[in-house]
């Protein structure tokens, strides 16, 4: 009779200590199995990352156990029943990435009922786009690159861009943080002009102090000058002031008040606030108009940083759109993994006026409507299907010519009587709708004769301090 011979190992345990990288997610996304070959590849232990949900994101920190997770995480197709292999940035605890290929298993019950998935990571390999692996998985892998990248230089990872444009800017912001100097940026509405002074602000030894943003065409002249001259009086007093005042669209500040703002740049003191400026258009025409003190000009413009606009820097649309679809991921229980290729087409087409702003709220709407794995064009709002409609429509007919003085005089004079009138007389704000300055708007309306007799009384904007904490 032949000897029985008897298994001294069962299956689980040979599983366990392989050196063949194997790991588990159950339905939810938990991560319950992570082997030996896992941990001799990434440098984490199970006790490290069991029984934490692995989500679609990109994490800024490339060696943390959430960008393990996010790296683990597959593509939405295999919990539809799919086997496939992506290429993968496997994150060590203490090297860099790894380059991989991951093989996704969909583990299925009688009923073909996905209840888990199984990951065989194959490293190391070299990471190229191949045909079949989805256009998110490939940005999802770039994401991670450019994140660490951006971090390096600045310090935080959430401003994404590839384009020469953005590199520049990534190293004048690098720049702007290691010093204490005023800084101009130039660029549309939507670029993100505000975020950046955000960056720098938050970079160094003020980043523990109050961020003050402050809309030169939405306050008051009232209310701007008692902030500037309480910031004076605190900075004699050693009381606590701003770290930072960020003055958005400050070619609309009064020219009485530029000398206030002039005035808080040339303070001396270590606690002084350093002051930013924003402005969609440069400066120099104010300054021969004589709109613009050239002495605020000088002293804001130590440092300039011109913000592309995102038409002007295709190559970065994709990898924001895919960023912004991350960032919404966190903390839901559906994973929106990526865009159809025809939602790509449509973004492409689009011109993008409101810039990376726009771009965000498009992405956050659809986003709430997708009821799936996978943006499509029916998610996209109603407003952006008809933008990009709108692009496509030809000129219209071509009007007979007639003489531009009184053309010009006339349509001035309408744009500025419609504007006071949606305003309700608010100067301010109708400068703001007409893209213009207060001062000039007064000038315009003594040139046109255009009588306002209504005070349109405003409530005063109260002032409200920013102290949100390292983050965007």
Request: with cysteine; aromatic share 6%.
């Amino acid at each position: 009779m032949a000897k029985r011979v008897r298994t001294t190992r069962r299956l689980e345990v040979w599983l366990k200590d392989t050196s063949v990288a194997l790991f588990v997610l159950n339905a939810n996304r938990r991560l319950v199995f992570f082997n030996a070959g896992c941990q001799q590849l990434t440098g984490w232990t199970p006790p490290d990352v069991l029984g934490q949900v692995c989500e679609f994101v990109t994490e800024a920190n490339s060696n943390s156990s959430a960008a393990l997770l996010a790296s683990l995480t597959p593509p939405s197709s295999v919990w539809l029943g799919e086997t496939v292999t992506v290429p993968a940035s496997i994150t060590h605890r203490e090297r860099d990435p790894i380059a991989s290929h991951i093989h996704f298993f969909p583990l299925t019950d009688v009923d073909r009922k996905v209840q888990a998935a199984l990951g065989v990571i194959q490293a190391p390999t070299a990471i190229a786009p191949s045909a079949g692996v989805p256009i998110s998985q490939r940005l999802h892998i770039e994401l991670a690159v450019l994140r660490a990248s951006a971090q390096q230089q600045i310090g935080e990872g959430l401003l994404i861009g590839r384009s020469p444009g953005i590199r520049r800017v990534l190293g004048q912001l690098r720049l702007a943080q290691q010093s204490s100097v005023p800084v101009l940026f130039l660029g549309e509405a939507g670029s993100g002009r505000e975020q950046m002074g955000r960056l720098i602000h938050e970079a160094g030894d003020r980043g523990r102090t109050a961020f003050v943003p402050l809309d030169c065409r939405r306050l008051t002249a009232q209310h701007l000058e008692s902030t500037f001259k309480r910031i004076l009086e605190s900075s004699q007093s050693d009381d606590l002031i701003p770290g930072t005042i960020y003055l958005n669209h400050i070619d609309a500040l009064p020219r009485d008040l530029q000398r206030l703002v002039l005035s808080v740049i040339e303070l001396k003191r270590p606690t002084s606030p350093r002051v930013m400026g924003a402005s969609l258009n440069p400066l120099d025409r104010l300054i021969e108009s004589d709109e613009f003190l050239a002495e605020l000009h000088y002293a804001l413009t130590t440092i300039v940083i011109s913000i592309p606009s995102l038409r002007s820097r295709p190559e970065d649309l994709e990898p924001l759109a895919q960023f912004f679809l991350e960032e919404l991921n966190r903390g839901e229980p559906d994973q929106i993994t990526g865009f159809r290729d025809d939602v790509w087409q449509q973004f492409r087409r689009y011109n993008w006026p409101g810039n990376i702003g726009e771009l965000r709220a498009v992405v956050t709407e659809a986003r709430s409507a997708c009821n799936g794995h996978e943006i499509e064009p029916i998610h996209l709002p109603f407003r952006f299907r008809t933008g990009v409609s709108g692009q496509t429509i030809g000129p219209s007919t071509r009007q007979r010519s007639e003489a531009l003085d009184p053309l010009l005089l006339r349509v001035e004079r309408e744009q500025i009587e419609l504007a006071l009138a949606e305003a309700r007389h608010n100067k301010a704000k109708a400068a703001e709708l007409l893209g213009i300055t207060r001062p000039r708007l007064y000038r315009r309306m003594e040139v046109l004769g255009i009588i306002d007799n209504d005070s349109g009384d405003i409530e005063e904007p109260r002032l409200s301090v920013d102290r949100t904490e390292n983050n965007v």
